[in-house]
């Protein structure tokens, strides 16, 4: 019997199926010759940890049931299992015993292992640094430990493909980190790392530098010609095992150059489309690969899968190569540059091209690979002849937009080209007349960038949150929603990495459709593990309407956060929007918050009515001036809004028409800036003092003054409602007679925009006589000062409201009106107001009044403050202000 249970035991395994790795999927058991599954009924995270330690496949992270990775075929050997988590194989745990259940394979159970291996920080899954898990903790592998076969158990253990690069000696990601202590001595033949034989590092101490692996999909390409491999044939990719042969859609002599060179037969002498087409039924691939000629394998080109057409009958890739090793040096595409050319390659290299920055290789920053150091082009004469060239070059299309003042940030090492001129009709850009390689007068600052009309982008569209929304790629220059079919996990996956957002996703289908009209561009994207990007899974074709407005995808990626904001989160479309480089806080460069970083506003179609939304938006007024052309100096990084047409009303900056955020044809002295009414000012501009005989001069300051009054002149004009001549009449009247009700004195307002302070010795400090004990003076019927006339004065009927019956002045006014010529002389501005305030209350009682005419200061026009403040948006309230003022004091100087 013990023998019969050995037996047993060594015919029992254990594996998981349909996961997109050896460490997650259904679980299945091989019990007496034939593989069945594993009920999922009280399933739970011990089962789990069991499967997985059994595996060598490190934790376990979740316990899936209910056929998550779909249903099984054959027995149900266990059911209802009662794992402690610490058994060492699954069959081991408490269960109904083998073959009993009361399931359907509906409920087989699964897991998702942490696994023992996996590859971090190199963009995906299937690049990184390694790393091996240690009872739950992940712990980084040495560089001593990695041989390239062992490199290949890891591509396979991660279902990544081959392994195609293996570089040591690098920094780890945490300095600080514990390093595994063994070494790793696999044979390259072995199902996982965790089976391959360890040894502990040399002297119990390994290397502190860490070992980077790439894997690819693609793990071998052969030319195929009568069944057999040559240096001549159609063009066949290996891709997990399987042979398939190539489109020709976009194949050039470039990739052709790449796949004989690392066949080792030569150089590419032609590319004959279908000439070697084989009838085999099988699917042909449309990856589409971007080579400059100069790579070692042809995984290392950039590739483009999603919306590739469909390949047509026949249209294979082919490559007849030379089948001369020795001739290398030497390809047909080898981009040499013709005689004469003024920017002519004398290092007997190839230069290369490449786009960076953009978020794509159709956009970003102009790079050039010229003996053998990667360097920028200058803006200067850059446009869209340029442009056209480099796109052509990269198989990018035809440009749609030229960049310039590094609008895809500033680049490093050398700047190669300045004063490019091309036709447009160039091959390559090094052909195109130039400066010179090196020959610049330019700074990183102005690097030039383009953007191609294949250029591809991707974006989550939501009101309120960041990592979370509806789908949307750009694609044909126009922004389109995604559909959500099949979009499985991996895909997801890569989505949500792409956009920083974490390293898995989900689908929400409780969301409402959206309204509104939008292409829906692409359907059927289907990742693999090791495509870093959405632009490498494959899909159905680019089509406008690839789906029904029901069909878009809404995903929410494990990175979800709100909107982002400059500060801690929430924040409020007013903490995304500041001034810089004014005297104030109300005044400068207009600069938005955006995609994580601070940019500015480019000045065309900028108008008082786009700064009057700006000023609101801040909380700083009404908008005085809209300034153009880096009046606040240029501002730096991106330019984010351009073409921003306001109504003037809107709530935010947001909410007005612009173009798509970060394009536009602009530089930063083209920045828009800003002037606000508010007065939060930081720093106040000297204002130039201007000497006038007296006892006093400030006209300047007196100016500022009456600009902080300007509600004392809202509060006046609020309570004249007629401009009529003033009319006086009334009699003298002994003391303590009444008349009856006469019109109202009110004051007309001529140009003067300074009050100069009184002539010296007529000053007396009213406010130390003895008011309610002084005569109080009737109204003349005339004016007896020279300045008075008729246009000073106008009746108001049926305006008692300010004077007494009998147009006098009570002891209170008076008061009023010397204490704010006292306190505008001390530049008290609150105490003014209070006093101002008082000026409006009506006559009361009947005590005379001795007005002081030493209270109004004589009023003189200075024409260098007038023309000083002509263009100031207080000009009018200034006026109205100081002829206020002025018209008082000249109404007393007439009931002298």
């Known amino acids: 019997?013990?023998?019969?249970?050995?037996?047993?035991?060594?015919?029992?395994?254990?594996?998981?199926?349909?996961?997109?790795?050896?460490?997650?999927?259904?679980?299945?058991?091989?019990?007496?010759?034939?593989?069945?599954?594993?009920?999922?009924?009280?399933?739970?995270?011990?089962?789990?940890?069991?499967?997985?330690?059994?595996?060598?496949?490190?934790?376990?992270?979740?316990?899936?049931?209910?056929?998550?990775?779909?249903?099984?075929?054959?027995?149900?050997?266990?059911?209802?299992?009662?794992?402690?988590?610490?058994?060492?194989?699954?069959?081991?745990?408490?269960?109904?015993?083998?073959?009993?259940?009361?399931?359907?394979?509906?409920?087989?159970?699964?897991?998702?292992?942490?696994?023992?291996?996996?590859?971090?920080?190199?963009?995906?899954?299937?690049?990184?640094?390694?790393?091996?898990?240690?009872?739950?903790?992940?712990?980084?592998?040495?560089?001593?430990?990695?041989?390239?076969?062992?490199?290949?158990?890891?591509?396979?253990?991660?279902?990544?493909?081959?392994?195609?690069?293996?570089?040591?000696?690098?920094?780890?990601?945490?300095?600080?980190?514990?390093?595994?202590?063994?070494?790793?001595?696999?044979?390259?033949?072995?199902?996982?790392?965790?089976?391959?034989?360890r040894v502990s590092c040399p002297g119990g101490h390994c290397r502190n530098r860490a070992v980077q692996v790439v894997c690819s999909g693609y793990t071998d390409v052969r030319l195929l010609k009568n069944g057999t491999s040559h240096c001549e044939g159609q063009v066949e990719v290996n891709i997990s095992g399987d042979w398939t042969a190539l489109c020709a859609s976009h194949w050039s002599m470039a990739n052709a150059n790449v796949v004989c060179h690392q066949l080792g037969c030569g150089v590419a002498i032609s590319t004959p489309k279908g000439a070697y087409f084989v009838e085999r039924g099988d699917k042909i691939l449309k990856d589409q690969f971007h080579c400059s000629?100069?790579?070692?394998?042809?995984?290392?080109?950039?590739?483009?899968?999603?919306?590739?057409?469909?390949?047509?009958?026949?249209?294979?890739?082919?490559?007849?190569?030379?089948?001369?090793?020795?001739?290398?040096?030497?390809?047909?595409?080898?981009?040499?540059?013709?005689?004469?050319?003024?920017?002519?390659?004398?290092s007997g290299e190839s230069p290369q091209l490449r786009l960076v920055g953009g978020g794509s290789r159709c956009a970003g920053r102009v790079e050039i690979l010229h003996q053998g150091a990667w360097g920028t082009v200058c803006d200067d004469d850059w446009d869209l002849s340029d442009a056209h060239v480099v796109c052509r070059q990269l198989g990018c299309g035809v440009a749609v937009q030229v960049t310039a003042s590094a609008h895809f940030g500033e680049g490093s090492g050398l700047i190669w080209l300045d004063n490019v001129n091309c036709t447009g009709n160039e091959s390559h850009v090094w052909k195109c007349p130039s400066g010179g390689w090196g020959r610049h007068n330019c700074r990183h600052k102005e690097d030039a960038g383009v953007v191609c009309s294949e250029f591809l982008a991707l974006r989550l569209v939501s009101e309120e949150q960041e990592c979370a929304g509806w789908l949307e790629v750009l694609y044909n220059h126009t922004w389109g929603s995604v559909c959500r079919s099949p979009m499985e996990a991996v895909t997801l996956s890569v989505i949500c990495r792409q956009l920083g957002c974490g390293n898995s996703g989900t689908l929400d289908y409780s969301v409402a459709a959206r309204e509104g009209s939008r292409p829906q561009w692409v359907d059927g994207i289907q990742c693999r593990r090791t495509d870093t990007s959405l632009w490498q899974c494959p899909s159905d074709p680019w089509k406008r309407r690839s789906c029904s407005p029901k069909e878009e995808a809404y995903i929410t990626c494990a990175g979800m956060r709100p909107k982002s904001c400059p500060a801690a989160a929430p924040c409020t479309d007013k903490e995304k929007l500041q001034l810089r480089g004014g005297d104030s806080t109300c005044s400068g460069r207009v600069e938005v918050w955006?995609?994580?970083?601070?940019?500015?506003?480019?000045?065309?179609?900028?108008?008082?009515?786009?700064?009057?939304?700006?000023?609101?938006?801040?909380?700083?007024?009404?908008?005085?001036?809209?300034?153009?052309?880096?009046?606040?100096?240029?501002?730096?990084?991106?330019?984010?809004?351009?073409?921003?047409?306001?109504?003037?009303?809107?709530?935010?900056?947001?909410?007005?028409?612009?173009?798509?955020?970060?394009?536009?044809?602009?530089?930063?002295?083209?920045?828009?800036?800003?002037?606000?009414?508010?007065?939060?000012?930081?720093?106040?501009?000297?204002?130039?003092?201007?000497?006038?005989?007296?006892?006093?001069?400030?006209?300047?300051?007196?100016?500022?003054?009456?600009?902080?009054?300007?509600?004392?002149?809202?509060?006046?004009?609020?309570?004249?409602?007629?401009?009529?001549?003033?009319?006086?009449?009334?009699?003298?009247?002994?003391?303590?007679?009444?008349?009856?009700?006469?019109?109202?004195?009110?004051?007309?307002?001529?140009?003067?925009?300074?009050?100069?302070?009184?002539?010296?010795?007529?000053?007396?400090?009213?406010?130390?006589?003895?008011y309610d004990d002084v005569e109080e003076l009737p109204v003349p019927e005339t004016p007896s000062s020279p300045e008075m006339s008729e246009q000073h004065f106008c009746p108001e009927e049926g305006d008692e409201a300010r004077y007494s019956q009998t147009g006098k002045w009570t002891a209170r006014q008076a008061s009023a009106l010397t204490s704010l010529s006292t306190w505008l002389r001390a530049s008290d501005w609150r105490s003014a107001s209070a006093a101002a305030h008082r000026l409006q209350w009506p006559l009361e009682g009947e005590p005379t009044v001795k007005e002081d005419l030493s209270l109004c200061p004589s009023l003189t026009v200075h024409s260098a403050c007038q023309k000083k403040y002509s263009k100031n948006f207080m000009e009018n309230e200034i006026k109205r202000l100081v002829h206020f003022v002025q018209n008082l004091c000249t109404y007393m100087h007439a009931r002298s």
Request: charged content about 15%; aromatic content about 8%; some cysteine.
């Open 1 to 197: 019997l013990k023998d019969q249970e050995i037996l047993l035991i060594l015919c029992l395994n254990l594996r998981l199926m349909e996961g997109n790795s050896r460490c997650s999927g259904r679980v299945e058991i091989l019990y007496r010759g034939t593989w069945g599954t594993v009920c999922g009924y009280n399933w739970d995270w011990k089962d789990a940890q069991v499967v997985c330690r059994q595996l060598g496949c490190g934790v376990a992270l979740e316990a899936m049931y209910a056929a998550h990775f779909g249903k099984g075929t054959g027995p149900i050997w266990l059911d209802n299992l009662g794992c402690t988590g610490y058994e060492s194989h699954v069959w081991k745990c408490s269960s109904r015993g083998w073959g009993k259940h009361y399931c359907t394979h509906w409920n087989d159970a699964g897991v998702i292992c942490s696994g023992f291996v996996h590859l971090i920080g190199g963009g995906g899954p299937c690049s990184g640094q390694v790393e091996v898990n240690s009872e739950g903790h992940w712990t980084p592998v040495s560089s001593g430990n990695i041989t390239l076969p062992t490199a290949q158990v890891i591509c396979v253990d991660l279902g990544c493909g081959k392994a195609v690069s293996v570089l040591g000696d690098v920094a780890f990601r945490d300095a600080e980190s514990q390093v595994w202590a063994e070494e790793f001595q696999c044979e390259g033949d072995e199902p996982g790392l965790w089976f391959c034989p």
């Open 293 to 346: 000629g100069t790579e070692s394998f042809l995984w290392n080109c950039p590739v483009t899968a999603l919306g590739n057409p469909d390949c047509a009958h026949g249209n294979t890739a082919s490559v007849i190569c030379s089948g001369n090793q020795t001739q290398l040096s030497r390809r047909p595409d080898a981009l040499s540059d013709p005689v004469g050319s003024k920017a002519a390659n004398h």
């Open 594 to 770: 955006h995609a994580g970083s601070w940019g500015t506003v480019c000045d065309d179609s900028w108008s008082l009515a786009e700064a009057e939304v700006v000023c609101q938006q801040l909380g700083c007024g009404s908008a005085l001036d809209a300034l153009s052309g880096a009046a606040f100096g240029p501002g730096n990084g991106s330019i984010w809004l351009d073409e921003v047409q306001c109504g003037g009303r809107e709530s935010s900056l947001w909410a007005c028409a612009a173009a798509p955020w970060g394009q536009s044809d602009c530089k930063h002295e083209e920045d828009a800036g800003v002037r606000c009414a508010g007065e939060r000012t930081t720093t106040v501009p000297p204002i130039p003092r201007t000497s006038v005989p007296g006892k006093f001069s400030f006209p300047g300051i007196l100016c500022i003054v009456l600009g902080a009054l300007l509600f004392l002149v809202l509060i006046v004009l609020g309570t004249q409602l007629h401009r009529r001549k003033a009319e006086h009449q009334g009699s003298l009247h002994s003391k303590g007679l009444r008349t009856s009700p006469s019109p109202s004195p009110i004051f007309l307002f001529h140009p003067s925009p300074c009050l100069f302070p009184e002539p010296p010795g007529q000053h007396v400090d009213a406010s130390r006589h003895g």
